[in-house]
C-alpha cells in the first residue's frame, strides 16, 4: 500500500512570488505520482503527473514537479503565482505495477492562499 | 461532451433518510469511483468500479452501497443517513485503474 503525505494544509504567498508545495509518499513499489487542483466548489482536476522517464514535470497553468526517487518526494513549484492559482491542491499516488488494480491514494491537501 | 456530471449538486436529509447519488460519464471510460472529502482528510476512496459488471470496496465503504447499472453509470446510495456521512461526495472516471482520473463537480450532503 501507498501513503502521502502533505507537509503544509496552507501555503500564504504573495502575487509574483514563487511557491513551492511539498507532498512526500511512501511505497514499497515503483509509483506513479499526480497533482491534482481543485478550484472553490468545484472538482479536481489534473494538474500533472509521473509514470516514467525524465523526473522534472510540466504540468498546465505554469506548475511544475520534481520527482525524487531517494527522498521519496514529488515536490509541485511555480516561479510566480497569480491571483487565480488560489485553490486546494492534492498530491496523490498509485503503484506502477502490472496487475492493473492499484488505487489511488490522496494527501490531505494543501490550501494555497495568494495575497495581492 | 460533459464529461463526468453528478446529481444532484446540494441534499439535505434527516438521519434514517435514505438517498442515491447518480454519476454518469460519456469518456466511455472502464473504471469509475466514489469518494467523499471531508476538511483535513482528503479525499477517502467508499468504492469502485473497475469495470462494468464489478465493484469493490475502498477504504470507508460503511453504510454506502454502490451499482454500477452500465458502463455509462455508477450510483451511491445511503441506506439509512447518520451525522457522519454529511460530507462532500466526488465521483471519477479513469479509462483504467491506473490512469488518470477525471472528477465530477460533487455533491454536497448534509445529514441533520
Known amino acids: 500500500a501507498q501513503s502521502v503525505t502533505q507537509l503544509d494544509s496552507q501555503v500564504p504567498v504573495f502575487e509574483e512570488a514563487p511557491v513551492e508545495l511539498r507532498c512526500n509518499y511512501s511505497?514499497?513499489?515503483?509509483?506513479?505520482l499526480f497533482w491534482y487542483v481543485q478550484y472553490p466548489n468545484q472538482g479536481l482536476q489534473l494538474l500533472l503527473k509521473?509514470?516514467?522517464?525524465?523526473?522534472l514535470v510540466k504540468g498546465i497553468n505554469g506548475f511544475e514537479a520534481e520527482f525524487n526517487k531517494s527522498q521519496t518526494s514529488f515536490h509541485l513549484r511555480k516561479p510566480s503565482v497569480h491571483i487565480s492559482d488560489t485553490a486546494e491542491y492534492f498530491c496523490a499516488v498509485s503503484g506502477a505495477t502490472n496487475f492493473g488494480n492499484e488505487k489511488l491514494t490522496f494527501g490531505t491537501g494543501t490550501r494555497l492562499t495568494i495575497i495581492p | 461532451n460533459a464529461g463526468v456530471t453528478q446529481t444532484p449538486k446540494f441534499q439535505v436529509l434527516k438521519t434514517g433518510q435514505s438517498m442515491t447519488l447518480q454519476c454518469a460519464q460519456d469518456m466511455n471510460h472502464n473504471s469509475m469511483y466514489w469518494y467523499r472529502q471531508d476538511p483535513g482528510m482528503g479525499l477517502r476512496l467508499i468504492y469502485y468500479?473497475?469495470?462494468?459488471?464489478?465493484?469493490d470496496k475502498g477504504e470507508v465503504p460503511n453504510g454506502y452501497n454502490v451499482s454500477r447499472l452500465n458502463k455509462r453509470e455508477f450510483s451511491l446510495r445511503l441506506e439509512s443517513a447518520a451525522p457522519s456521512q454529511t460530507s462532500v461526495y466526488f465521483c471519477?472516471?479513469?479509462?483504467?485503474?491506473?490512469?488518470?482520473?477525471?472528477f465530477g463537480p460533487g455533491t454536497r450532503l448534509l445529514v441533520l
Open positions: 468500479s473497475a469495470s462494468e459488471g464489478t465493484t
Open positions: 509521473y509514470l516514467s522517464g525524465s523526473t
Open positions: 511505497s514499497s513499489v515503483s509509483v506513479y
Open positions: 471519477a472516471s479513469s479509462p483504467g485503474q491506473q490512469e488518470t482520473q477525471y
